[in-house]
């Protein structure tokens, strides 16, 4: 086991080092100069020649790709208006358009979104799973296939569509919901959960809809099984059938996908936060890819990518512990 | 289902697992037409998908017979007292402007619809065949021949698919200059979108690799290539055909995302998302705006994801009935 996680660690590492060799390549090859972004209207040659000099844009690819690899360790201090900014480690880069480090961004925005990408991640489990065993223990029936119906318009309504139906709907029509505001949990708990319901709906919608078709299908495959069979034969009640036999394995492949999801998520919801404007990670990517400040995107990107592969790695490593038919470097 | 990464994963789920598909002989093309006239929620999505790229080919016919074209200004139609919202009821809807007016700009909507769905179909239509013929032709090569060339390209699946998608996407698509933004969208996508349908062909070929057939047709001296494309590539064609018919709502879908976030295609040229952001400040007092490119791209999805669904569901259904 030990062998197997140091293995998938260093896979790790290797795929976290691509990505961000890939990412920095790219704007590196094709951004526009952000010496000359920075130095803005009143600029001359001169001013750029120095910016360069200043951010080491004058040097070789690698030696810039190490300095920002280096400064992810052990940080570095950048030089602002002549005047010196630490910047610890990790450190994320500056960014010169807001003035502000982009970590210190990163930091001060992730609480939203993680609060609407666990808020989400809570309803669409609960819906997934609820809806999704219900179509299968009435397969075919009237409510199999209203669900199956409503799946159907919950994956294919863009969420920004849902987001704008709502919005209209609910908070300008019928004045039924505040227009979402990031209000602190421990100010106002009721306010809280209103002000983020929406969000929380609108993303929730699609992963929903996945959800509940999965968990159909595998219950549906899983009744199927000979030991459910076995243990309808010697009479088990039906419930301790579902509980016990049908459902836990059903529901198994629905961990990973569950992980891969929610740590996909953690980087931002991107469009709903834009929609509804709220001030999370997400929003902070929209809004410096229309500024087009570099550093943060960069950033973003990395550490969406840290997530998703620490996630695919905790999911594997879980699935092995839930699922004793998955045993992962044992004595074979 | 727009820009989920999981969603496409999960489609891939249900067309891995029937693997009924492969496992009986091939069905008559004839039983599955007749299965799919009789299923009225396929015929309906592929009415409505036919609709729309006929309206995706006539977008200039439409535009000569309606007399506005989709860069036209029509001050006309807009009130200027009144923050240039459109004249009349509903958006300006009258038998000039069939679908009313933009606010602000008093461009038809009708025409801009069209135009739209021309985007929404060639990027959507192409990517995938690209990630089809992609998906396909790695997916074989990596398990047929296994070994190294199975582990090189599983490993590039794999890179590939922990990447958050769409941040990259958009962080291409925004420091890439805007010369030709829907040869650039179908690229971006395409190159996200082929690991999906690639793993779930190698695992079928995996499979199928082993299967009697297989083995007489190597006895009987026929070459890889032979083996390939004669014996296993018909084994999967209808996993394929499937797979392909539930990407391509998920391309729509991250066209008019990418469309809807500006870093699509680039204004004066139309796309759903796009109509749909620029709608987005003027739902309250032009809800129309916002209805029209939001019910065409709704309705576009759900029936791609209908049409995939029943595809699937009649497949199935008719090779194990064979």
């Avoid at chain 2, 004839?30 to 036919?50: E, G, M, N, P, Q």
């Avoid at chain 2, 204004?267 to 987005?280: H, L």
Wanted: hydrophobic share 55%; glycine share 10%.
């Amino acid at each position: 086991m030990i062998r197997y996680i140091t293995g998938r660690v260093l896979g790790m590492v290797v795929v976290l080092f691509l990505v961000t060799l890939f990412t920095y390549a790219i704007f590196f090859l094709l951004s526009p100069d952000p010496a000359a972004q920075i130095c803005g209207k009143n600029c001359t040659p001169e001013l750029i020649d120095q910016i360069r000099t200043n951010l080491g844009l004058d040097q070789p690819f690698w030696t810039q790709f190490f300095t920002y690899v280096g400064g992810l360790f052990t940080g570095r201090t950048f030089m602002v208006a002549g005047a010196p900014v630490d910047c610890a480690a990790p450190c994320l880069g500056y960014s010169f358009q807001t003035s502000q480090l982009v970590g210190d961004m990163i930091v001060q925005r992730l609480p939203i979104s993680v609060t609407i990408a666990l808020g989400a991640a809570v309803l669409w489990v609960l819906a997934g799973l609820v809806t999704g065993v219900l179509s299968a223990a009435k397969e075919g029936a009237f409510v199999d296939r209203f669900f199956a119906g409503l799946t159907l318009t919950a994956m294919s309504i863009p969420n920004y569509v849902l987001a704008l139906v709502l919005q209209f709907v609910l908070v300008v029509a019928l004045g039924w919901l505040p227009f979402p505001q990031a209000v602190s949990f421990t100010d106002d708990p009721g306010r809280w959960f209103l002000n983020f319901l929406m969000p929380w709906v609108v993303l929730a919608a699609g992963y929903a809809a996945t959800y509940t078709r999965l968990t159909r299908a595998n219950v549906i495959e899983t009744l199927q099984e000979n030991f459910v069979r076995t243990a309808r034969a010697k009479g088990l009640a039906p419930a301790l059938v579902w509980r016990r036999h049908a459902l836990r394995p059903a529901l198994t492949p629905i961990v990973t996908i569950f992980g891969l999801d929610l740590a996909g998520l953690l980087g931002g919801a991107l469009i709903t936060e834009k929609v509804f404007g709220l001030n999370g990670v997400g929003k902070l990517t929209a809004d410096s890819i229309a500024a087009n400040d570099q550093p943060v995107i960069m950033a973003v990107t990395l550490l969406s990518a840290v997530f998703v592969i620490v996630g695919i790695l905790v999911v594997d490593l879980l699935y092995s512990v839930i699922d004793p038919r998955v045993r992962t470097g044992g004595a074979q | 289902m727009t820009l989920t990464s999981s969603s496409l994963e999960i489609e891939a789920a249900p067309g891995a697992d029937s693997e009924s598909l492969s496992e009986s002989a091939p069905t008559s093309g004839r039983r599955l037409v007749h299965a799919f006239v009789k299923d009225w929620a396929a015929v309906l999505s592929s009415a409505y998908i036919v609709l729309i790229i006929l309206m995706a080919l006539a977008a200039p016919l439409l535009a000569r017979i309606t007399g506005w074209g989709p860069y036209e200004f029509d001050q006309g139609a807009i009130d200027p007292n009144m923050g240039a919202i459109p004249i009349g009821p509903a958006g300006g809807i009258s038998a000039e402007h069939w679908f009313g007016v933009e606010p602000g700009s008093g461009r038809d909507i009708f025409v801009r619809i069209a135009y739209g769905a021309q985007v929404s179909m060639a990027v959507a239509l192409s990517a995938t065949v690209i990630t089809t013929v992609i998906g396909t032709v790695l997916g074989m090569l990596a398990g047929y021949f296994g070994g190294i060339i199975d582990t090189i390209i599983s490993r590039v699946m794999e890179f590939m698919m922990a990447f958050p998608a769409l941040i990259f996407m958009i962080a291409i698509l925004s420091a890439l200059p805007s010369d030709n933004r829907i040869v650039l969208l179908v690229v971006v996508i395409s190159l996200f979108g082929w690991p999906y349908l690639a793993r779930i062909v190698r695992g079928q070929t995996l499979s199928i690799k082993e299967r009697e057939f297989v083995e007489a047709a190597k006895a009987s001296g026929a070459g890889s290539a032979r083996i390939i494309f004669r014996e296993i590539l018909p084994n999967i064609t209808s996993t394929i055909l499937v797979m392909a018919a539930l990407a391509v709502p998920g391309y729509v879908g991250t066209e008019a995302g990418l469309s809807f976030l500006g870093v699509g295609v680039v204004p004066p040229t139309p796309s759903w998302g796009q109509m749909i952001a620029s709608a987005a400040p003027w739902y309250a007092v032009d809800p129309m705006y916002f209805v029209f490119p939001g019910a065409f791209l709704f309705l576009l999805v759900l029936s791609f994801v209908t049409l995939g669904d029943r595809v699937r569901a009649i497949l199935v259904s008719g090779e194990t009935r064979a």
